[in-house]
Nanobody, 116 residues
Framework: QVQLVESGGGLVQAGGSLRLSCAASRSIFSIHVMGWYRQAPGKQRELVAGITMTSGNTNYADSVKGRFTISRDSAKNTVYLQMNSLKPEDTAVYYC?????????WGQGTQVTVSS
């Protein structure tokens, strides 16, 4: 099993930055893929950014390319999402997800609110 704990959400003005953290309960190199997802009110959960633990390969939703960066720190078993140039449409609950032994695990979510 994997427990995931997110932190770093909050309220920020448009154009500002936030960094989200996702701490895993086990070595992140034992996990195949980790990612950040978001869900806005009335919308489905969508992938924002993903990272493959072994290769470090990343992928991003078109809406966040050039603004968001996903990274990992193996010493801290933590994955980050650096969010710059935030827009009101980035407002959502952000979830950390992990695929471990063919099962998906989720954190509790952290609210990000971007005011105009």
């Amino acid at each position: 099993q994997v427990q995931l704990v997110e932190s770093g959400g909050g309220l920020v003005q448009a154009g500002g930055s936030l960094r989200l953290s996702c701490a895993a309960s086990r070595s992140i190199f034992s996990i195949h893929v980790m990612g950040w997802y978001r869900q806005a009110p009335g919308k489905q959960r969508e992938l924002v950014a993903g990272i493959t633990m072994t290769s470090g390969n990343t992928n991003y939703a078109d809406s966040v390319k050039g603004r968001f960066t996903i990274s990992r720190d193996s010493a801290k078993n933590t994955v980050y999402l650096q969010m710059n140039s935030l827009k009101p449409e980035d407002t959502a609950v952000y979830y950390c997800g992990a695929n471990f032994l063919l099962r998906d695990y989720w954190g509790q979510g952290t609210q990000v609110t971007v005011s105009s």
